[in-house]
């Protein structure tokens, strides 16, 4: 079984920062991308960033310049730097990771269970 835990979630004013986590556990062979997703009320889930295991990256425009993806290879983990956020940033965001659970098996993609972040004064 594969688990994706995130945290850093919170409550920020406008203009602020936060970072976001997602560490990949379990028993698997490697993990290709990773990245993240968020998911406002009544819209549709969309994707923020992602990052190869090369460390290729790739942006929403809506935080092109804002928002940074990183990843530890070593520790599964996936980080999402946010700064100068606006209010429309506000949703629920969920990591992801294609991960190669044994050999042959192909990669699949595992979610994590979504951390709120509400940027509001």
């Known amino acids: 079984q594969v688990q994706l835990v995130e945290s850093g979630g919170g409550l920020v004013q406008p203009g602020g920062s936060l970072k976001l986590s997602c560490a990949a556990s379990?028993?698997?062979?490697?993990?290709?991308?990773m990245g993240w997703y968020r998911q406002a009320p009544g819209k549709e889930r969309d994707l923020v960033a992602g990052?190869?295991?090369?460390?290729?990256?790739n942006y929403a425009d809506s935080v092109k310049g804002r928002f940074t993806i990183s990843r530890d290879n070593a520790k599964n983990t996936v980080y999402l730097q946010m700064n100068s956020l606006k209010p429309e940033d506000t949703a629920v965001y969920y990591c992801?990771?294609?991960?190669?659970?044994?050999?042959?098996?192909?990669?699949?993609?595992?979610w994590g269970q979504g951390t709120q972040v509400t940027v509001s004064s």
């Open positions: 992801y990771a294609q991960v190669l659970r044994y050999s042959g098996s192909g990669y699949y993609n595992y």
């Open positions: 379990g028993r698997f062979l490697s993990i290709n991308a």
């Open positions: 990052i190869t295991s090369g460390g290729r990256t």
